[in-house]
């Protein structure tokens, strides 16, 4: 879904809702709010420029944690002085915002929450404007990290406001149901984790029983039991690619498998479903294992590689973090999983710039698409953050 700023006057008029007006809006919204249009966004998400400087000769693919944290800070320091001009409130910034907030202190970690700090007051710890929409709240995930760092209840009272509106959302909302509240694969991974640790924050399991709810509904609509893929979403069901297999995003289900692992650490392990979780987490990853390219890489369209020329990096890279996280947390064998991480390591770090551009990430988009190596944007050096910071775990 193609995402565009606000414009400063809707930014002002959002923040002066009050949690009353927010609730009334939403349960007299006409359309479905999860359908409403996205606002204009920037150019400054990323680009794909024509050229660019040689790759890096300074960064290594090794698992050590020197080489791993050096890695990390070339391509967090050039996306931060790169894009702090423009933070937004959007999913394209709230994934490279969950980035920086995992770097290890070892690599540097505490300028980067810094600098998600300035962010954070700069939108008065406010989510983005569209009421119900998942993307919108993905931003959440920072503040209630940053909220539990610092314990300034400022920082979690809008985030909160915003969840318990939603969830006061009547399900006659979405009587469509192809078009669930996250009828979209990506869903997953922007509004599920918030829900998680507000859960853990507030210790009010009311977040988690909505989260489960809903993350089960859309589940039912788009998990492929015998692929053990997501399709981004109910319009891709029976679409295929040009080898006839089914039309399956890489960067989809990235935002999944990074969304699972995210809501798994925050889930308390007697909660009832807390074994679904698992098993899906473990049948993807059996399969996405599966379809690694030889370069340790994953193609835009995972059951047709032979027709992309490019591997896809921001897919890629939720794909190690992932792994590295089951590998870390005990969920995944470290066996067989541990080879499948140190090569796809070493193929996100082969596409780092000498400038500390990471490159090769698919642009804005909702299916497999053209892009060149050069192409960079913040949602995708989020994702190579997130992988760098677990496999730094496994490194010490």
Known sequence: MKEINPSLANRQLCR?????????????????????????????????????????????????????GHALRKVADWQLQRAEADFDQDWTY????????????????????????RMSKKFDWQPG????????QAIGQTYLELYQHFHDPA?????????????????????????????????????????????????DRKYLDFMDREWWVTSNLLYDPKAHLFYRDATFLGKHQANGSGLFWSRGNGWVMAGL???????????????????????????????????????????????????E?????????????????????????????????????AHIYEDGRLGCIQPIGAAPGDYTATASYVFGTGAFMLAGSEVDRLAR
């Open 155 to 203: 920082m979690l009272a809008p985030i909160r406001a915003r969840m318990d509106a939603v969830m006061q959302l009547p399900d006659s909302q979405f009587p469509d149901p192809n078009k669930p509240l996250w009828w979209w694969c990506d869903a997953l991974f922007m509004a599920p984790p918030v829900l998680a640790k507000l859960s853990t924050i507030t210790g």
């Open 16 to 68: 002066s809702f009050s949690t009353a007006f927010a609730v009334l809006f939403l349960s007299a919204a006409p359309i479905l709010p999860a359908q409403t249009p996205a606002p204009a966004r920037h150019q400054t998400v990323g680009d794909q420029p024509a050229v660019a400087l040689p790759l890096a000769t300074d960064v290594s693919g090794k698992l050590t944690h020197r080489a791993v």
């Open 94 to 117: 709230a994934a490279m915002y969950a980035g920086f907030m995992a770097v290890p202190d070892t690599a540097g970690g505490k300028k980067y929450r810094n600098a998600m700090l």
């Open 313 to 349: 990096v921001s897919g890629s890279a939720f794909y190690v973090y992932a792994l590295a996280n089951g590998v870390n947390t005990g969920i995944l064998d470290r066996a067989t999983y541990l080879p499948v991480v140190v090569k796809g390591w070493a193929g996100l770090v």
């Open 261 to 311: 692992a995210r809501v798994l650490a925050e889930m308390p392990a007697d909660y009832p479903t807390r074994g679904k979780y698992i098993k899906q987490f473990k049948e993807m990853a059996a399969e996405i294992a599966s379809l690694q390219g030889s370069d340790g890489l994953w193609r835009p369209g995972l059951l047709d590689a032979a027709a992309y020329p490019l591997p």
């Open 129 to 136: 404007p569209r009421p119900a929409h998942a993307d919108d």
